[in-house]
């Protein structure tokens, strides 16, 4: 998987310790609208089954890291559950910050203290991607699927077009293929024309579907 420029860290031991930075931070105390003292993560809106889902998926990331990093417990199988387990947890991460995070009653402090960056309110100089681009895919390696960024319409080096946000699924043979791109569960962000994505050993011999987001850092 890229190392990208995104919010979320790069390293699966810097997602570890944020997603224990949020659990944290969920936990503390502070006060509702009705002056109640209350659990963060009530305050913030945020259901008692999202937040114990979030900590489940943390202990799972947490535990597979572990066997994935020792050396008598480290295998291709251990390292395809990490794969999976850190998919689940950044998915929820990510799934959280959408839509409990950036609306009130967050404050720029909280945010802060979630270790996110306060949205700037200002207009992004750059402007909005405008060109269109598909993706070529290549072998790199066993389980390695490389892919190539192509231009249709629009210049490759305009500053509005500083990134690409992949979105791909991973669909068995017999499955019903994706008909959308909003049907995609997967996805990374980066700043390369070329890079490549990791698959694990039980995709072998399954089809990969791909659509490709232009982004900004705005």
Known sequence: MSKS??????SREEQIIMARKWLKVFNEETEDAQGTTVKKYVAWGIPLVEFTLFGTLYGEAQTALTAAQNEETRTPVANARCRTAFDALNSDARDLKKRHFFVPPL????????????????PTPSGNPTAQVTLETFLVGRHELGVRILYVTGNPDDAANKGYRIWYSVVEPGETPPTDPEQLTKSFYTKRKKDRIEFGFGDSGKTVYFAVQIENDG
Do not use: E, R, Y
Not at 5 to 10: K, Y
Not at 109 to 120: E, N, R, T
């Open 5 to 10: 420029t995104d919010w979320l860290p790069n």
């Open 107 to 122: 404050t720029d402090a909280d945010l802060v203290s979630l270790g996110l960056k306060i949205p700037d309110p200002g």
